[in-house]
């Protein structure tokens, strides 16, 4: 089997399901109002955006596979960091910032 139609089946299917986790986590995040949820679904979306990116380019013939691979693992790696980011943000302060709101 050529390699490139692996790299593309892979690619679809984590852009589909990276697609549906994103929605869900924007529906928790809109329901709750958490920080955490928006930071998770902007770390889950950015990597989602960089698998069709990188895509994109690679197979529009924009850019060389090099290229593709190189923009999606920058948006995989700064994905991750806003995913981290979510673990660490406290659900206490989302909780008393919804409190104290007027």
Known sequence: MNLQY???GANTVTL????LV???G????RRT????????????????FGTLLGGLLHQSGLAP???????????VAVGFLLLGLSLLQ???TDVEARL???
């Open 100 to 102: 104290s709101a007027p």
């Open 65 to 75: 596979l090099l290229v593709g691979v190189t923009v999606q693992s920058g948006s």
């Open 22 to 24: 994103t929605w869900f």
């Open 33 to 48: 109002d958490s920080r955490s949820l928006r930071a998770l679904t902007a770390g889950l979306a950015c990597i989602t």
């Open 6 to 8: 692996l790299i593309v």
């Open 16 to 19: 589909v399901v990276g697609s």
């Open 26 to 29: 924007f529906r928790a995040y």
């Open 90 to 92: 406290s659900e206490e």
